[in-house]
């Protein structure tokens, strides 16, 4: 018997073969791979992946359908998790190498899902996520545009985002009220997630803090507010979806520096 999907787990379980076939070419294991899915639900993904030589494991938090995925995949790893509590780095020193990530990921759990893989730079190599089709758009949209914000600019300092295809409502049980998109995120080889990396993004989060205000009204209402960035070299009287990766660089710096 078939488990109903859960409103609280954010489960729509894919059921287009086709869509299926296009998101297992994206991702594209190969022999050597190591490969993450968050979510497996009924492991519709899975059996895709499974046909390859790559190494598939799986994180999946319903217990309700662990037996299921275990009984019919016994070539999987599967571990019972939530994959914000789960730790990439034990599972990259295992396998001794950096991990692709795939999955189906519950929408109202895409930003804390990206944040924690963001944090896992040194241990993921790039990932292939379903999103909601308006985050999709947040995650490659350009400076001056409305979708321009905090997303973006973390998303592109840390990674190539490449939007895959959108995804029509009608290839999930159950529908979901928006369409979808499918997006490969590579992470920039070499960058490791340190104390510029952390600063950088309280950074950017401070600076879109009121989005309608100039950068100088924005950071004076942050926990930044003791700092004096006239001097860091960038026009405060901006408002911060103005500006790109390398002025927000510039202001991290500056914030580093007054800290020394």
């Known amino acids: 018997m078939q488990n109903k999907p859960l409103k609280r787990f954010g489960q729509n379980y894919l059921v ?7 998101i297992a070419e994206e991702i594209n294991p190969q022999e050597d791979d190591i490969i993450l899915e968050i979510g497996p639900g009924r492991g519709a993904l899975t ?16 217990s309700r359908v662990i037996d299921d995925l275990k009984s019919r995949f016994n070539n999987l790893s599967l571990y019972q998790s939530d994959i914000l509590e789960y730790d990439f780095e034990e599972f990259s020193n295992l396998k001794k190498k950096k991990i692709k990530v795939a999955g ?40 001056k545009t409305k979708d321009y914000g905090i997303f973006a ?27 979808s998109a499918l997006v490969h995120l590579y992470f920039n080889k070499g960058k490791a997630f340190g104390e510029f990396e952390k600063t950088f993004i309280k ?36 408002r911060a979806e103005q500006l790109n ?3 927000f660089k510039k202001l991290t710096n500056f914030v580093l520096d007054i800290r020394k």
């Open 104 to 143: 189906n990921i519950p929408y109202n759990l895409t930003s804390p899902i990206v944040f924690k893989l963001i944090e896992n730079i040194d241990y993921v190599s790039d990932a292939v996520l379903m999103v909601q089709y308006e985050v999709a758009k947040r995650m490659n949209a350009e400076k």
């Open 245 to 247: 990766t390398e002025d």
């Open 203 to 238: 950074v950017v989060k401070a600076s879109f803090g009121n989005r309608r205000k100039t950068l100088k009204n924005s950071l004076s209402n942050s926990i930044f507010k003791n700092i004096d960035f006239s001097l860091s070299g960038i026009d405060l009287g901006l």
């Open 16 to 22: 287009d073969n086709n869509i299926i076939n296009k």
């Open 47 to 62: 059996a895709k992946l499974l046909e390859s030589k790559a190494n598939i494991s799986a994180v999946e938090i319903d």
């Open 153 to 179: 600019v973390i998303l592109q300092y840390f990674s190539e985002v490449k939007f895959c295809f959108k995804i029509s409502p009608n290839v999930f049980y159950p529908k979901p009220n928006v369409d």
